[in-house]
């Protein structure tokens, strides 16, 4: 609780919004263009009462000196992050993840009898969930070590992500045969089955933070859809850096449909597939990064 | 072979396309004309990473005139197309300083490379270059000249002059015999945002290949015929023309002055051709394609029919349309309120949470329902739904929402409580008969202390005062409440009686609240000490800089100190324009950009040279609220700064200049510029100028 009169109707101008700007960008990543200015302005007043400063400029102050401040970045992620998703997403993806991705990620890690992936930016869960079932349908892993790995800078999304309760949104795209196998029907919702939460695996990180990344260890494939398009470039290249330093050699990125690494990396060759294109770590280059 | 190219080049004779990238790479470090040589193979690499790093290296190789001459001579190369469109994008990369050459080039080369010079000159804003592409507009060659005409634009970037020269040629290029030509400078149209009449699109949508492009640029037309003819457009037999017609008359309408005039038209036109309103409700179901349901759901708004609030309440939940959901109600208006309300009650708590949210933007003063709604949502538990409903009683609520509101101002979740004090707040300036006669039923030591401080806090604001609050009767009662309050057990009850003793004022209060400087908790001392200088007590703020404290308790006492004193917060503050410390040092610039005088610019011009990037841009701001030609000066010498924030920053700040010699700087630098964020905000800066001049 927190008294205070809070913002009331007090403006955001220009420039209060370019220090936030780049204090979010910094912090977080996001790209946050001119024209977002409103939509900012209306999501951060009511913050302005919560940490209770009257200005915009007061609540730049905050965030940025404040000791105290990591607890409102925690609801700053909740508030500027999307976390819209669902069961299969981009089926075309998945397929080809699924028909053509993963046999030679067996192939490749033939000899450890491990695979990893690693969902970032998972928001709450659905995608991770997604790809183990796509792994478990595959048959290519019995008796392997598999783990699939979400993470996304929301808490609450975490925590969504943590139950795999589900509702109607999150199965506009998922086949009625596999919410049938992969579900259990309960009032509360559609609960992911245990043989697939047991290869799920959750965790809260921002991406720019690499040393908490490289917690994750050496992964095969790493998701990174419909994330990168709300960075700015210099967290794009930074997170593409983490990317490539965390999948094993001949590990793959998938981005989402509309993403690239054009102009972001060079480190990365383009594996063609027959219904997409992903990113290839190369095998052989001996001495780069 | 010199050896700083020895090692690049045998790099690129590797098989490996990531070794000849590294190659390239190193061939940055190494300048003169073997380096060049070598660039100009890299360019032409079978590779795209390769030729794309040599584009990028090609721009910083000296000596440039000779590294321009070169590429210059690759765009005419026949056969390697990858050498051309590297040359294309080494050219660009470089800037300026390629302009000339390009020109001249439209002139010499033969019509592939002319197309190709064209595109270097859209790369690169430039008022000369904008020239030279609007020659270009009638050149011999159909594709040279729609190249011309996309190329224009992005005239927008090199200044309003070049802005205002673009849509002229572009609107005179679409009475031309040339269709592609003609296209080519509809879409260039679209994207220069000219405000063109609609009398010069409307010949246009008759021809069946430009069309759709005439109808998505009339969306810029704010005129009651364009919105007529993109009304009846949506019927149009082809589904993409009527898309695009939904879409430019949504656009329209946005940006609009007379926004209710054209409203009006559009709707009857609309509500006149059922099949019209039929195919603008199975868009607003197009869940595919997310810009056409947003367009549709806005459209529907506007037709005001109580059947489809549903939509749009389901619009509210998509996120990727909620904003256009809101708009939709918000054009719909109270007439959409019993229905908004209908179905928030049967949906979950966000979607809940957010038709509330709306009903204080739809109803003009207290409507019933909507009251009655609200008051019911004080009931539920979800804090989004409690949210909202606080939000709006705040907005339309009266003295006897004041209990129920108060009731959560001690909720345990912070964003509910907040709310609910702010909400408090609002509704006693409003009515501060009920919120006094509440307040005095609440003790100092009670579980609700809080309400008791906010309603006797906001009684002494001036709303109150105007709304016949009479404090002078209740001041040593309230002052005696305050002081019972701040012994109490919660940090957040001494606090908002720091807070209310603050709006007293007066000597009394300031011997209370110097008592509370002495709290055991940060928050209560915090709020001590801003309520020190909001009642002007300059010598405990003096004694607080001096004493050794915590640098966030200095920081606040500076900033008190400057409402209190200012002359003594601005001698207390220059030491701390050097501090390591980037809390103090931003502190010390605030309270030295909120004075008057040459010291003040002298100081802010000190913090600028402070190596915290965050102090830098403090002082960027101080110093943007009055830009004399010295402040313009140093603020451009900030886009050399090493923090690509700063430079960024220092970009935005100058292209809020009307300031020729900010033109100069920005675009000086923009020439050098590697950053990909600094750049797109120097060529805003430069852009900037184009919408403010008017020049269309």
């Known amino acids: 609780m927190s008294p205070g009169s809070g913002g009331g109707d007090v403006p955001l101008s220009v420039e209060d919004f370019s220090l936030l700007r780049d204090a979010f960008g910094a912090r977080m990543g996001l790209s946050l263009s001119s024209s977002t200015k409103p939509a900012l302005e209306r999501r951060l007043r009511e913050r302005l009462a919560v940490v209770n400063v009257e200005t915009f400029a007061a609540y730049y102050q905050f965030l940025s000196f404040d000791p105290g401040a990591d607890e409102e970045w925690e609801a700053l992620y909740d508030l500027l992050t999307t ?52 792994i478990h349908e595959s048959s290519l892993f019995s008796g392997w070590d598999v783990r699939v790995f979400g993470s996304d800078i929301s808490k609450r999304c975490i925590g969504v992500a943590r139950r795999g309760v589900y509702g109607p949104s999150s199965f506009r795209t998922t086949p009625k045969e596999k919410r049938r196998a992969y579900f259990i029907e309960r009032p509360d919702g559609s609960h992911v089955v245990e043989r697939i939460r047991a290869m799920c695996h959750f965790g809260q990180m921002n991406l720019l933070e690499r040393d908490k990344a490289r917690l994750i260890g050496r992964v095969d494939a790493v998701f990174c859809r419909n994330v990168l398009i709300y960075f700015d470039p210099h967290a794009r290249r ?50 780069v990064l | 072979m010199t050896s700083d190219v020895r090692g690049p080049a045998a790099l690129l004779h590797e098989l490996d396309p990531e070794a000849r990238r590294r190659g390239v790479q190193q061939l940055g470090e190494a300048n ?29 190789i000296e000596p440039r005139a000779t ?59 430039d008022l000369a270059g904008t020239r030279a592409l609007t020659r270009a507009l009638v ?53 220069l945002e000219a405000d063109l009449a609609w009398e010069i699109f409307e010949p246009l949508t008759r021809d069946p290949l430009l069309r759709r492009h005439a109808i998505r640029a009339a969306g810029r037309t704010h005129d009651v015929k364009a919105v007529a003819a993109l009304a009846r457009a949506i019927g149009d037999r082809s589904v993409a023309v009527a898309r695009d017609a939904l879409a430019a008359l949504i656009d329209c309408l946005g940006a609009a002055a007379d926004k209710e005039e054209l409203a009006r038209v559009a709707r009857r036109e609309i509500r006149a051709m059922p099949h019209v309103e039929e195919r603008i409700r199975a868009f607003a179901h197009s869940i595919d394609d997310s810009r056409l349901r947003g367009a549709a759901l806005v459209a529907l708004g506007l037709l005001r029919v109580r059947s489809d609030v549903p939509e749009l309440v389901r619009g509210l939940s998509d996120e990727d349309v909620a904003a256009r959901a809101e708009l939709a109600l918000r054009w719909f208006g109270q007439d959409a309120v019993s229905s908004l309300l209908e179905e928030g009650r049967k949906a979950a708590a966000p979607l809940r949470a957010a038709t509330l949210s709306l009903v204080p933007l739809l109803t003009e003063g207290a409507d019933g329902g909507a009251l009655e709604a609200l008051r019911e949502a004080l009931r539920a538990t979800d804090s989004d739904v409690l949210t909202a409903a606080i939000q709006g009683l705040a907005v339309a609520g009266d003295g006897a929402d004041l209990a129920a509101v108060a009731a959560h101002a001690t909720n345990a979740d912070a964003r509910v409580s907040a709310t609910a004090c702010a909400a408090l707040t609002t509704i006693a300036s409003r ?50 409440f305050f002081r019972g309050a701040l012994d109490h057990g919660d940090v957040h009850v001494r606090r908002a009686a720091v807070d209310g003793l603050a709006a007293i004022g007066g000597p009394t209060a300031a011997g209370v609240v110097a008592a509370a400087l002495a709290d055991e908790e940060h928050d209560v001392v915090l709020a001590a000490v801003r309520a020190m200088g909001r009642i002007g007590q300059a010598e405990p703020l003096v004694a607080l800089l001096e004493g050794g404290h915590a640098a966030a308790v200095v920081a606040a006492a500076l900033r008190a100190l400057g409402e209190a004193s200012p002359s003594r917060a601005f001698d207390a503050a220059w030491p701390l324009l050097r501090s390591d410390d980037p809390l103090l040092a931003s502190a010390a610039v605030e309270t030295i950009g909120q004075q008057r005088g040459a010291r003040r610019e002298q100081g802010l011009f000190l913090a600028l040279d402070h190596r915290d990037p965050d102090v830098v841009k403090s002082a960027l701001v101080e110093l943007s609220r009055d830009m004399s030609q010295r402040t ?8 050399d700064c090493a923090s690509y924030e700063v430079r960024r920053f220092a970009a935005e700040l100058l292209g809020a200049t009307e300031d020729p010699g900010a033109r100069a700087l920005v675009r000086a630098r923009l020439d050098r510029e590697a950053d990909p964020v600094v750049r797109e905000a120097l060529a805003q800066a430069l852009g900037a100028r184009s919408t403010r001049g008017g020049a269309t």
Request: hydrophobic share 45%; aromatic share 4%.
């Open chain 1, 238 to 287: 930074s997170t593409i850096d983490l990317f490539h330093e965390r999948l094993y050699p001949g590990g793959v990125l998938l981005l989402g449909h509309s993403e690239s690494l054009l102009n972001v990396s060079t480190a990365f060759e383009l594996l063609h597939l027959k219904e997409d294109l992903v990113y290839r770590k190369p095998r052989t280059f001996p001495g």
């Open chain 1, 83 to 134: 976390s819209e998703t669902y069961l299969f997403r981009e089926d075309y993806q998945l397929r080809a993840f699924q028909d053509e991705v993963l046999p030679l990620l067996a192939d490749q890690a033939k000899t450890r009898r491990r695979l990893t992936v690693w969902s970032a930016g998972c928001s709450t869960g659905e995608e991770v969930y997604t790809i183990a079932m796509l």
């Open chain 2, 632 to 639: 313009l000066e140093r603020v451009g010498a900030c886009l």
């Open chain 2, 32 to 60: 003169g004309p073997e380096a060049i040589d070598w660039v100009l193979v890299a360019l032409g690499d079978v590779d795209w990473r390769v030729r794309k790093e040599a584009a990028t290296v090609a721009a910083s």
């Open chain 2, 431 to 480: 009515h501060p008969g009920p919120s006094r006669a509440l307040a005095e039923t609440i003790p100092p030591d009670s579980p609700a202390a809080v309400v008791g401080c906010l309603l006797r806090g906001a009684s002494l604001r001036p709303g109150a005062l105007a709304a016949g609050a009479q404090p002078d009767r209740t001041e040593s009662a309230d002052i005696a």
């Open chain 2, 139 to 191: 050149d011999e060659d159909a594709n040279v000249r729609a190249a011309a005409a996309e190329a224009l634009g992005t005239a927008g970037r090199a200044g309003s002059e070049a802005h205002g020269l673009a849509i002229s040629a572009l609107t005179s290029a679409l009475s031309t015999a040339d269709p592609l030509g003609r296209l080519a400078a509809l879409q260039s149209l679209t994207q």
């Open chain 2, 67 to 125: 590294v321009i001459e070169r590429l210059l001579g690759a765009l005419r190369e026949q056969t390697n197309v990858g050498l051309r469109n590297a040359a294309v994008e080494a050219l660009i990369a470089i800037g300026t300083d390629s302009v000339p050459g390009a020109i001249r080039g439209l002139v010499e080369l033969d019509a592939d490379g002319r197309k190709l010079a064209v595109e270097v000159l859209g790369g690169v804003p």
